[in-house]
């Protein structure tokens, strides 16, 4: 199968047809280049607030609401995409005030099937700037979605660090990281991690990056990264373990190729077999007792 992972660019827009155009535009790229699944990265449908005004969306608890009010249409529009392209979209996430979880809004990403499927995931762990002052909260548990192109996880950006969160989806194939990063450290932090959870689950990461400046947003105003898809450094894989990647700060679609032969064998038959084999680390976790040398 084919993968597209985007550096998103965010846009003001002056309309709702702007919106639409601009995610046409995007969606029929990818899927005129025979993509399968588009990955668009973690708070890309921040631009949604542009469309409440410019008080709205250079509010930082305003554009929390403007972008919520907005994702019943968005996602409507994202689920036609994908049944007229016939692709499987992960939407940029988004904050979505739901009752049902918290008063406060969580970081939610969105995943669309071809055939009419719909699917949501919701961050876990909050970043220092979600937790204050922007105030995100944790949302549902985390899912494996099965699909035609193989079973899908999704750990948003801060998530993909912590490899407890990577193993509590160790069922899936497919890892996607849809990531919003400030400076070129932070997206070395989730790249790592993203390049982690493939090498101990034995699986592909795909990671999506929010790229360029939104001087009209307070939240996202600055934004570095590339897309990247990564599988273990291991057999029937690149010995980097580095299967495509963009250019820095480049807006675009990145695109690689995966089969999902190649994931089933290097988890029966690889060099190591770390997903195998982590049940061996219970009881050597404990702290190490102190010991003294001279």
């Not at 450094?233 to 999902?260: K, S």
Request: charged letters at 20%.
């Amino acid at each position: 199968m084919k993968l597209a992972t985007a550096a998103y660019p965010l846009d003001w827009l002056d309309s709702w047809a702007d919106y639409a155009a601009k995610l046409e535009d995007w969606v029929s790229r990818a899927a005129g280049q025979g993509a399968e699944l588009l990955v668009f990265p973690e708070y890309g449908a921040m631009e949604l607030s542009t469309l409440a005004g410019e008080a709205a969306a250079g509010d930082l608890e305003g554009c929390l609401h403007a972008v919520s009010e907005r994702i019943a249409d968005a996602d409507d529009l994202h689920a036609d995409l994908a049944a007229r392209h016939k692709v499987h979209i992960l939407a940029g996430s988004a904050p979505v005030f739901d009752d049902a979880i918290s008063a406060r809004p969580v970081n939610r990403a969105r995943l669309f099937s071809p055939t009419g499927g719909r699917g949501a995931q919701d961050k876990q762990i909050m970043t220092r700037f979600e937790r204050a002052p922007w105030d995100i909260a944790p949302g549902g548990p985390l899912r494996v979605f099965d699909t035609s192109l193989g079973k899908i996880a999704i750990l948003i950006c801060y998530d993909c660090e912590f490899p407890l969160l990577g193993r509590a989806v160790s069922g899936a194939d497919l890892i996607l990281a849809p990531s919003c990063t400030e400076a070129l450290s932070g997206y070395s932090r989730v790249r790592i991690g993203s390049m982690a959870r493939a090498l101990e689950q034995q699986c592909v990461s795909v990671m999506a990056s929010l790229t360029g400046e939104a001087p009209w947003s307070p939240a996202v105003d600055v934004n570095t990264g590339r897309g990247g898809v990564f599988g273990p450094p291991d057999a029937g894989f690149p010995q980097t373990g580095v299967l495509a990647e963009g250019v820095m700060d480049a807006p675009g679609w990145t695109f690689a190729e995966v089969d999902p032969r190649a994931i089933a064998h290097v988890r029966a038959d690889g060099g190591v077999l770390n997903r195998s084999h982590w049940s061996e680390q219970d009881g050597r976790d404990a702290p190490p007792a102190p010991v003294r040398l001279g």
